[in-house]
């Protein structure tokens, strides 16, 4: 019997200790818990790599997030440029969303937040004080969707038309200020053998969509977004200008067909002396050449119009609603598009590669190129300021057909008020519903 007691107590001796070891795994010398080793692995998808002027701003942010946090493996997969829209329409299709990514607003998410793919991240926003005042204003327009917070704003953008002063010098043109000026200053240029503008379709639609937010602000170009207002003159007006430049040889042969890129060479090279664009590609900019450039205020439509930049923000951070949904993802995630979204990226982005940044910071204007410099002024002193239809107000079933149908106004297939008719019927059945 003794010896049957000295056995069971030696068990129970060792189930203790064993009990004890394990409890104290989890805990440091101060009785507090310690990281139990597990590594939260997070799938990252991201356009912004390769030749894509964000990359060497993007791409080492990741890394260093990566180095700096040991409890955090980063699996990092790249999509450059559009290719990342199939990627993500793929893997959103098949159910294996990546953890963390990079994207356009609502014309491109809108399909992933009715499927509730993407969480909303208006508490977390809340939550944090890191998070007050970290944006300009209305920076989370593009991402707000019926009251929900979508993503986080990094990348901003504007329109800006750049001309090569020493061009307008030469052949004696004056310094276009309205359309009128603007047509006379194509036909010089004609005349002369040059490429009045260096563009692509993009740029067209971006002075049709300029010419018409001449005359509305943005709530009233909320209202033909969502059919609450259908378009009228303004747009049609806006239409003809675009078209009767397109149909003047203002713009190269061959035009619609164009990468932006290469549109932009013709501008570089010094065939055109005249650019109309988004604004990433003012890193793209020869440093040689910037004293020959200036950007200068896109000329007024008519006496009617008022002085506008379009701008606001299109590149954001998002995570997915399966890592949103898992607590050890959820804050390794946030921590990530936080950084993305955060004020070293934003300086980067202003600084490195002359992009602007929908974050608030502070940067030291001599490390800025003097284009950037001009454009960041110009929309800061701006007397209307818009946003894109292209990037944030339409509803994402209306692309397609809206640039088809714009592609045929500028080859002269759809007259303008064939064209305003058609914008009409699209919006009236795909109506923005973003704002509700």
Known sequence: MGKQKSIFSFVFLMLFILL????????????????????????????FSGSQPQAPVIEPTLEQFDEENENVSLDIQTAPGNDILDQLRTEMSAGDPPDVFT??????????????????????????????????????????????????PFQAYSYYMMINKD???????DIPTTYDELVAAVEQFKEAGLIPF?????????????WFAQKNDTQSMISYATAEEPFGEDLEDAAAKVAG??????????????????SFELFNQEQSPMFYQHSWTAGEIDPEMEEKYEV???????????????????????????????????EAAWELIKEIAGPEVGKGFVEDISNPTAVNVDYDPSE?????????????????????????????????????????????????????????????????????
Request: hydrophobic share 30%; charged share 25%.
């Open 20 to 47: 004890i070891a394990g409890c104290s795994q989890g805990e440091d010398s101060n009785g507090e818990n310690q990281d139990s080793g597990n590594e939260v692995n997070l799938r990252v998808l991201h356009s």
């Open 103 to 152: 994207h356009w607003g609502m014309r491109r998410v809108e399909n992933y937040i009715k499927n509730d793919l993407i969480p909303d991240l208006s508490d977390m926003i809340e939550e944090d004080d890191e998070m007050t005042d970290r944006y300009i204003e209305d920076a989370y327009n593009p991402v707000e969707y019926q009251g929900g917070v979508y993503g986080l």
């Open 167 to 173: 061009l307008f010098e030469e052949h004696n043109v």
């Open 198 to 210: 260096a563009a692509n379709n993009h740029s067209a639609r971006y002075m049709m969509l300029t």
């Open 245 to 262: 430049l397109s149909a003047m040889g203002a713009f190269p042969e061959g035009y619609q067909s164009l990468e932006t890129a290469q």
């Open 296 to 330: 200068i205020p896109f000329p007024l439509g008519d006496q009617d119009s008022t002085s506008t930049t379009i701008a606001g923000t299109g590149h954001f951070a998002y995570m997915s609603k399966e890592a949103y949904e898992d607590p050890e993802k959820r």
């Open 368 to 436: 800025v190129s003097p284009i950037m410099n001009q454009i960041m002024e110009l929309i800061e002193n701006e007397e209307n300021v818009v946003p894109s239809y292209d990037e944030q107000l339409f509803s994402q079933d209306v692309e397609s057909d809206y640039w088809s149908m714009t592609d045929a106004l500028l080859q002269q297939d759809l007259a303008p008020d064939e064209y305003v008719k058609g914008m009409n019927e699209l919006i009236k059945e795909h109506p923005s519903v973003q704002f509700e």
